[in-house]
Nanobody, 123 residues
Framework: QVQLVESGGGLVQAGGSLRLSCAAS????????MGWFRQAPGKEREFVAV????????YYADSVKGRFTISRDNAKNTMYLQMNSLKPDDTAVYYC????????????????WGQGTQVTVSS
């Protein structure tokens, strides 16, 4: 099993940047594919980005492509999401997720989740 804790959320103006972190503990971090998802009020949880176990492969939702960058440091058991050019539509609770063999963008296929961190983008 793995335990996940997100941090780095906050309030930012449109056009600004934030960097989210997801710290993992428990089973070997490099055993997991890691993903970021988000959920806005009244909406379903949606895929944001995913990164492979060794960090070689990444995949993004079209809505964040070119603005967000996912990365991981297996030596530090931490995953990151650098968010640039933020828009009000990016406002949501952001969750990190882990699984050893998920269907990348399918949130139901991830077994481990953090508690979430709020990101609010003002216009």
């Amino acid at each position: 099993q793995v335990q996940l804790v997100e941090s780095g959320g906050g309030l930012v103006q449109a056009g600004g940047s934030l960097r989210l972190s997801c710290a993992a503990s428990g089973r070997t971090f490099s055993s997991y594919v890691m993903g970021w998802f988000r959920q806005a009020p009244g909406k379903e949880r949606e895929f944001v980005a995913v990164i492979s176990k060794r960090g070689v492969g990444t995949y993004y939702a079209d809505s964040v492509k070119g603005r967000f960058t996912i990365s991981r440091d297996n030596a530090k058991n931490t995953m990151y999401l650098q968010m640039n050019s933020l828009k009000p539509d990016d406002t949501a609770v952001y969750y990190c997720a882990a699984d050893d063999r998920p269907l990348y963008s399918n949130y139901a296929s991830y077994n481990y989740w953090g508690q979430g961190t709020q990101v609010t983008v003002s216009s």
